[in-house]
T-cell receptor, first 110, second 116 residues
Framework: QKEVEQNSGPLSVPEGAIASLNCTYSDRGSQSFFWYRQYSGKSPELIMFIYSNGDKEDGRFTAQLNKASQYVSLLIRDSQPSDSATYLCAVNSSFQKLVFGTGTRLLVSP | DAGVIQSPRHEVTEMGQEVTLRCKPISGHNSLFWYRQTMMRGLELLIYFNNNVPIDDSGMPEDRFSAKMPNASFSTLKIQPSEPRDSAVYFC??????????????FGPGTRLLVL
């Protein structure tokens, strides 16, 4: 079992819709969870991080964490074509060490 | 802030040649990470340093790979000899690790390596 699992997609949503990206992890001791966005040919850039169970909102983005279910999600409201990218979920496995999922490709159509 | 700086941005070399990738972390950051990204395996951590000291190199694929961090503002990843299967994008990232939680890692633009 992979440490961090994501559906590779592509996830296709129309412009203005809500995109829901999901991630599961295997290490129950994980405390820090990150969502990175990576455009084709570019480097990953941080979207959000979350440490506590529940929801965390930042503009159009909401991260959700459920440690009991070992589940992290990212919601993107009012999706825009510019949100089309690969979204990487990352989980800390030990001090300073992040494990990345293989990413979910999101396509937002105009 | 200039962000994480990597050089070269692109490297094409022949099998058997030595390749050296360079990274300058964000000023003030005390942790540095080297990753490799391929379509097949995604983003993999190769090695990371804290305060210039290698902490975990368990991701280094084999003895052909080595990394150094002689000071807080410079690190190298060397592949000798290079092989076609080393072709990938190599990212350097840095973070300001202070608290018990994992701090955000900021990525450089990457080096695209092609070994022929």
């Amino acid at each position: 079992q992979k440490e961090v699992e994501q559906n590779s997609g592509p996830l296709s949503v129309p412009e203005g819709a809500i995109a829901s990206l999901n991630c599961t992890y295997s290490d129950r001791g994980s405390q820090s969870f990150f969502w990175y966005r990576q455009y084709s040919g570019k480097s990953p850039e941080l979207i959000m991080f979350i440490y506590s169970n529940g929801d965390k909102e930042d503009g159009r983005f909401t991260a959700q964490l459920n440690k009991a279910s070992q589940y992290v999600s990212l919601l993107i409201r009012d999706s825009q074509p510019s949100d089309s990218a690969t979204y990487l979920c990352a989980v800390n496995s030990s001090f300073q060490k992040l494990v990345f999922g293989t990413g979910t490709r999101l396509l937002v159509s105009p | 802030d200039a962000g994480v700086i990597q050089s070269p941005r692109h490297e094409v070399t022949e099998m058997g040649q030595e390749v050296t990738l360079r990274c300058k972390p964000i000023s003030g950051h005390n942790s540095l990470f080297w990753y490799r990204q391929t379509m097949m395996r995604g983003l993999e951590l190769l090695i990371y340093f804290n305060n210039n000291v290698p902490i975990d190199d368990s991701g280094m694929p084999e003895d052909r790979f080595s990394a150094k961090m002689p000071n807080a503002s410079f690190s190298t990843l060397k592949i000798q000899p290079s092989e076609p299967r080393d072709s990938a994008v190599y990212f350097c990232a840095s973070s300001a690790q202070a608290s018990g939680y994992q701090e955000t890692q900021y990525f450089g633009p990457g080096t695209r390596l092609l070994v022929l």
